[in-house]
């Protein structure tokens, strides 16, 4: 693993202190997938033409998150409608809270990659794709559907997109689970087929 370092043109913050950071608010395990998606999203973004190092600092935060969510979305304007929903749509609507709090990065572009990471959306930027795509396909995954994932991905963003809201919709609905509104819009835009 090269060693990580992040320019500060994002946060008033070293690039130690967001790692340390980042570490102190997570378990190994979380944290050593941060540093993969982050990695995963350097790759992505080098493939698509855009900004790299920036690519691999959304990545790398895209999971920070506190466990004060109800409080938060109660308190700082987020959509109450959140509250009916649970920590895995949370982490990436919500975390963008923390990550400005805790963080300091209030670039929007970064902030609406971790935002739509757990849910994708209609409507996506180049970075959105990146990072949602890089959570699904970083080298620690392990799904029937992976290597599949993976070579779509590398070969065109979009067609990743699709794959995975697919992907993610179909193991919803085998288990019988409520599926996030902005979800079910952005299958019916990236994932349907073109006729
Ligand atoms: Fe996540
Ligand atoms: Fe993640």
């Given amino acids: 693993m090269a060693k990580l370092f992040f320019k500060e043109t994002y946060s008033p913050l070293s690039s130690d202190e967001i790692i340390a950071k980042e570490k102190a608010n997570m378990d190994n395990k979380r944290f050593k997938h941060c540093v993969r998606?982050?990695?995963?999203?350097?790759?992505?973004?080098k493939l698509n033409n855009y900004d790299e190092d920036k690519a691999a600092?959304?990545?790398?935060?895209?999971?920070?998150?506190?466990?004060?969510?109800?409080k938060v979305i109660k308190t700082q304007g987020f959509d109450q409608d959140l509250l009916n929903w649970n920590r895995s749509i949370w982490h990436g609507i919500v975390g963008t809270y923390f990550i400005k709090r805790d963080l300091k990065i209030t670039d929007k572009e970064i902030l609406t990659a971790?935002?739509?990471?757990?849910t994708g959306d209609v409507k996506m930027t180049t970075l959105d794709k990146i990072v949602f795509m890089a959570d699904f396909i970083e080298p620690g995954r392990d799904f029937p559907g992976v290597d599949?994932?993976?070579?779509?991905?590398?070969?065109?963003?979009?067609?990743?997109?699709?794959?995975?809201?697919?992907?993610t919709l179909?193991?919803?609905?085998?288990?019988?689970?409520?599926?996030?509104?902005?979800?079910?819009?952005?299958?019916n835009v990236w994932s349907t087929k073109k006729k």
């Fill in 148 to 167: 599949e994932a993976r070579k779509i991905t590398f070969a065109n963003l979009d067609d990743g997109v699709g794959f995975q809201l697919a992907h």
């Fill in 170 to 187: 179909s193991y919803l609905i085998k288990d019988r689970n409520k599926i996030y509104p902005r979800t079910f819009k952005a299958y």
């Fill in 57 to 70: 600092l959304a990545g790398f935060v895209h999971d920070y998150a506190k466990q004060e969510y109800r």
């Fill in 114 to 118: 971790v935002d739509r990471h757990t």
């Fill in 37 to 45: 998606v982050s990695e995963t999203s350097r790759k992505l973004a």
